[in-house]
């Protein structure tokens, strides 16, 4: 009798937003970057990928993938890449252990979804391919660890690598050619610094018109600023940002963030023609920014954006009151606020220009803090009987 048992795995896997950036590839086909980063991990309380990775030989459709409850293409590259990896992993085993059902024969069927509005703007590819992989690693059963899967994970998207490890994240660039030593690796766990808070200011649900993948190609090509970056800035910020975690450290971890953050738009801007992710909300968001730490007298939150303009203020727990509360008093009325955060009073009162800059162009924001990396879980998005369960 055939095999139409459906074989199924869940994950979870977590947002991360880099505090010294990956942007610039010296290998498209294997994502493999000009510079090593770093980035902290998100709480998948708040946002999050919940993926389910199931097999079965019954499934006659070929591999697919249900994104958010839409069909989404499995024939690019990225994902053919991670497919062709893991299957290759578990052909490993298979061979070593004839006992084990022949799972890299069967077709895949995966189902994803986000627990935050994908049109946020916000990046999702990180935590899409880190579930994708992950997921497809807990339906194996491969012994792999979290570095080994990030091999894998970069090749569907680069920063994907982080999202493998909760806490403080490197990727380090490596220099093989194969890439097998692009890897990423913890610097520290989330409990090693649990008071790291983000506040994500979402400045626009629009998607972006330059995408990371195509933008940082044009920098490499065009951009003299960016030779700079990638052979002098990087290392000193990716020197400092590992001391900074590891000291705990505030003032310097925020410094590097907004430097680090002001380097890559400013290659941005040095690319021909110009790339420009931030806009006049993104602005507004840095003097913010400015303004709360001159009034404290020290750094106490740091702004960071990625190729889009939300703006990621990290501030410590400890802070709280003098940095959500200067956000709280000119964007009360915008949803995301958690409860409590609306009494919060701040020394701070931000300039007119400021405030209406930022009333006019936040339209959510989202707050959240250091978490955990991928957990394994028992809800399914694909029934016993192979089919996408519907919430
Ligand atoms: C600005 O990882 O999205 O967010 O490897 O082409 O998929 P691809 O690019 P992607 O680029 C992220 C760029 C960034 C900085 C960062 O996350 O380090």
Redesign the pocket.
């Known amino acids: 009798m055939a095999d139409n048992k459906v074989y199924r795995a869940s994950t979870t896997a977590p947002v991360?937003?880099?505090v010294?950036?990956?942007?610039g590839?010296r290998d498209t086909k294997l994502?493999l970057?000009t510079n090593s980063?770093i980035?902290v991990t998100l709480s998948q309380a708040d946002l999050r990928t919940l993926t389910t990775a199931s097999c079965s030989a019954s499934y006659s459709d070929g591999d697919s993938l249900t994104l958010n409850g839409e069909p989404s293409e499995v024939s690019g590259a990225?994902t053919q890449a991670c497919f062709r990896e893991l299957r290759a992993r578990r052909t490993g085993l298979e061979a070593a252990n004839s006992s084990l059902p022949k799972l890299s024969a069967m077709p895949l069927r995966i189902v994803s979804e986000n627990n935050f509005p994908t049109a946020a703007g916000l990046?999702s590819?990180?935590a899409g391919f880190a579930a994708l992989v992950q997921a497809i690693a807990n339906l194996y059963e491969l012994p792999d660890s979290p570095s080994e899967l990030s091999l894998i994970a970069?090749q569907?998207?680069?920063?994907?690598c982080?999202s493998l490890f909760g806490g403080y994240v490197a990727?380090r660039m490596g220099d093989k050619e194969d890439g097998s030593d692009s890897i990423a690796d913890l610097v520290a766990p989330a409990s090693h610094w649990p008071n790291m808070r983000a506040l994500i200011l979402v400045a626009s649900s629009a998607k972006k018109g330059v995408?990371?993948?195509s933008g940082?190609q044009q920098t490499v090509a065009t951009s003299g600023l960016f030779q700079r970056r990638i052979t002098e800035i990087v290392p000193a910020n990716m020197n400092t940002m590992e001391d900074a975690i590891k000291a705990k450290d505030f003032a310097k971890f925020a410094e590097v963030t907004m430097r680090d953050s002001n380097s890559?738009h400013a290659c941005c801007a040095d690319t021909y023609p110009p790339i420009f992710y931030m806009n006049d909300t993104s602005r507004a968001a840095i003097r913010a920014v400015e303004s709360i730490n001159a009034k404290a007298g020290k750094t106490i939150a740091a702004y960071t954006f990625?190729?889009g303009p939300n703006c990621v203020i990290y501030y410590l727990e400890e802070n709280k009151p003098t940095v959500l509360g200067a956000f709280t008093q000119v964007l009360n009325g915008v949803s995301g606020w958690k409860e409590g955060s609306a009494g919060v009073t701040s020394s701070v009162r931000l300039e007119d220009g400021i405030a209406s800059a930022l009333r006019d162009g936040v339209g959510r924001v989202i707050m959240t803090g250091v978490g955990e990396g991928p957990q394994k879980t028992e809800e399914y998005l694909v029934g016993e009987d192979g089919k996408a369960v519907k919430f």
Do not use: Q
């Not at 010294?20 to 942007?23: A, D, G, H």
């Not at 569907?156 to 994907?160: F, H, L, P, R």
């Open positions: 991360n937003i880099a010294v950036k990956y942007w590839k994502n970057p980063s980035s990225r990046a590819s990180a970069r569907g998207s680069g920063s994907a982080r990727w995408s990371s993948t940082m890559f990625d190729a």
